[in-house]
């Protein structure tokens, strides 16, 4: 039996919300750790179906330049949160596959603008759709409460962490029913 001092004992293994705060905080770095080590995977599996040439910081580059458009290399670095010699040899490897190109920009030609080529958007839509999918498939496993409480939970975690927010996907077009 586990007990307080100015409380009635209650049954062992009872939890008392924020009477154990380490110990919330462990248990929601262990959820979260393992959450992260299923998402790791899922990108993981996408990528190697749609390009096993890549790795997963190279996709994460081209994921930064699709979602923020044509970018200077500095702030590329800085949203992979890399130095600039870093970023720039993986914009080397990605241009040489024809993935990412460099145009100076126009305000300004001693800078350089990086973007998505074709290629490289055609990658990341694929990957994205796989990744998507796969999660689609493990999120319909939960019971709908359960996907409520996890959206709420999710969001509380990435608006903690600064990330910016990605809207859900659009609902499919309704079925035609036959006149």
């Given at each position: ?23 919330d905080v462990e ?91 074709a290629k490289g ?59």
């Amino acid at each position: 039996m586990g007990h307080d001092a100015n409380r009635r004992p209650r049954p062992s293994g009872t939890v008392v919300p924020g009477e154990n705060l380490d110990h919330d905080v462990e248990e929601v770095i262990a959820a979260v750790l393992t959450a992260s080590r299923l998402l790791v995977a899922i990108s993981a599996r996408a990528l190697a179906d749609s390009d096993p040439t890549l790795t997963l910081p190279q996709l994460r580059a081209l994921v930064v330049l699709e979602s923020q458009g044509p970018v200077k290399l500095v702030a590329l670095a800085t949203a992979l949160g890399v130095n600039p010699s870093t970023a720039m040899r993986m914009v080397d490897r990605l241009e040489a596959v024809g993935k990412v190109d460099r145009q100076a920009n126009p305000d300004n030609r001693r800078e350089v603008v990086l973007r998505l080529t074709a290629k490289g958007r055609r990658l990341v839509d694929k990957v994205l759709d796989h990744r998507h999918a796969e999660i689609a498939a493990v999120v319909s496993r939960l019971p709908a409460e359960q996907r409520t409480g996890l959206v709420a939970s999710l969001r509380a975690l990435t608006d903690a962490a600064g990330e910016p927010a990605i809207g859900p996907s659009p609902p499919p077009p309704p079925e035609k029913t036959a006149p």
